[in-house]
């Protein structure tokens, strides 16, 4: 088209207008550089988006691939057999019942103090020993201890930084689970297990390297036996193995309010220093430093003075007004006698004795009795129940001690509760934690101790009556529960790793644009 062909001077000046535009302009319309710098900003604004995206998923890849690795040197420890001083980890040993002793790994400390009450026919007793490690490196303390008949560990102390913390008593799955994982972090925790015949094993770690020590008590509720003359004994737990080297001897101190003597089968050692002499409030002593050879064959006797025809006296753990019945029946050996203990719902018509610290030690002693009975008769869900009530370490109840009240929580674990228990139903398919409280239970009573001598004892038991609030009922071991709240908890994890990275993101990209570094 020419400008002679045109019909109006206004097309000859858009045409002129048109021949007057830059190439650059007639390249690239109006609208199309609007989209243009619209995308732009689009991808200005998701820019920080996808790099906190592309970060958190190279981040949790790391995290998968490293987690197995750090557990690695853990797991490796508790398969083990023998340890090599040069390798810088926490060493094993053989799961065998015979364990060789670590290199500088040593008892620096072996003591047992113990209550003979022949009234009632229970003694109670505190071993206590501390392991010392003067390699270099850490090293799990393991050791194995053989308990009088018919006895059972009832109480389990680890001192950590310096102040015992009271362990918790649950299933053998759920205290084994708690031990294993706070290992696998390399923090402080002690479990005890029943191994069968007697014998109860138990495991610390870390103990530190350079002087590093670790200190636990036992605390062991043991009936007595009483013979034709009238005389009751006791024998006295002591180590069968050990991973430490026992190379001191045993520091023993029994009290008592008749008069004991020890004795052994074929007569006394010599060299085992051991001296019998009055003490304060009328009691009896009996000191001794002895090897654990000496006091495997080791028994504390002691003159009965009361009758022991019957009595009952108040069942700890259980609704206000039930009772332990004590009577006498023979040993299954058949020499001698030994405590025919059973729960009343009623008062029985027999003496009753007032004494808190024996409560505890025939309540514990006749619950020990039933955990078998329930366990041997196919109803280990209610013994499990029982052995956590009542805080014991038998086949189907364990005890641990954590660092933290936080690492009891995680594990669902709770220390130091003295709970009620009711009956011997419990809910289906799942597993009961110490406390166990029935709902709509009036007047019940709750007894207990944070700390006492030998066993909980009256004049630090708190008392709690009326309606019971203090309990609750905590469920754990439930696949569902536990999927859903680790599938939550990596949730929340990841959107927090996420939001992060993203406001360093945003941060950076002000920051540029502050700049001028941002494209235009």
């Not at 190439?23 to 995308?39: G, R, Y």
């Amino acid at each position: 088209m020419s400008v002679r062909d045109l019909d109006s001077a206004h097309d000859r000046e858009r045409l002129e207008k048109l021949f007057q535009m830059s190439p650059q302009d007639k390249a690239i319309p109006a609208p199309i550089e609007s989209a243009q710098q619209t995308e732009r900003q689009l991808s200005g604004r998701l820019q920080p988006y996808l790099l906190a995206a592309a970060a958190t998923l190279i981040i949790v890849g790391f995290w998968y691939l490293l987690a197995p690795l750090q557990n690695e040197p853990v797991k490796k420890e508790a398969e083990s057999i023998s340890i090599s001083p040069s390798q810088p980890q926490a060493p094993a040993v053989s799961s065998h019942r015979h364990m060789q002793p670590l290199n500088h790994f040593t008892a620096d400390k072996l003591a047992l103090t113990g209550i003979v009450d022949a009234r009632t026919l229970t003694t109670s007793y505190y071993w206590t020993v501390i392991v010392k490690n003067n390699a270099e490196f850490r090293q799990e303390a393991r050791g194995r201890l053989k308990l009088p008949e018919g006895a059972v560990v009832s109480r389990v102390t680890e001192w950590i930084n310096g102040i015992p913390q009271e362990a918790a008593f649950n299933t053998v799955d759920a205290t084994n689970f708690a031990y294993e994982n706070v290992v696998a972090q390399k923090r402080d925790p002690l479990i005890v297990n029943c191994k069968g015949d007697g014998i109860v094993a138990f495991k610390a770690f870390p103990v530190n390297p350079h002087g590093g020590i670790v200190k636990i008590r036992l605390g062991i509720t043991s009936p007595m036996t009483l013979n034709d003359e009238g005389i009751c004994s006791v024998a006295a737990p002591y180590l069968i193995s050990s991973n430490f080297a026992c190379e001191k001897k045993e520091e023993l101190h029994i009290e008592g309010r008749s008069m004991m003597t020890a004795s052994q089968d074929q007569g006394l050692e010599p060299d085992m220093d051991i001296s019998t002499e009055p003490a304060p409030a009328g009691n009896y002593t009996i000191r001794a430093h002895v090897s654990q050879s000496q006091l495997e064959s080791l028994r504390i006797n002691s003159q009965v003075l009361s009758d022991l025809s019957g009595f009952a006296i108040r069942a700890t753990h259980s609704p206000k007004g039930h009772y332990i019945r004590f009577s006498l029946k023979q040993n299954h050996d058949g020499h001698g006698f030994v405590p025919n203990l059973s729960r009343t719902t009623t008062k029985p018509n027999l003496p009753i004795v007032n004494d808190e610290s024996a409560a505890f030690r025939l309540s514990n002693l006749w619950a020990a009795e039933e955990v078998d009975r329930l366990n041997s008769g196919g109803r280990r869900k209610v013994a499990e129940r029982m052995g956590s009530v009542f805080r014991l370490v038998t086949p189907v109840s364990s005890a641990v001690v954590l660092e933290s009240s936080r690492d009891y929580k995680r594990y669902g674990l709770h220390k130091e509760r003295y709970a009620v228990i009711t009956d011997q139903t419990p809910p289906p398919e799942k597993t009961l934690a110490v406390a166990d409280i029935s709902a709509g239970l009036s007047g019940s009573l709750l007894q207990g101790a944070t700390n006492g001598t030998v066993g909980p004892q009256g004049a630090d038991a708190t008392v709690i009556e009326g309606v019971n609030t203090a309990g609750t009922v905590i469920c754990i071991g439930d696949p569902a529960l536990d999927f859903v709240s680790k599938v939550l908890g990596s949730f929340f994890q990841l959107c927090l790793v996420f939001i992060a990275i993203l406001s360093v993101a945003k941060l950076a990209q002000f920051k540029w644009a502050s700049l001028g570094w941002s494209k235009k």
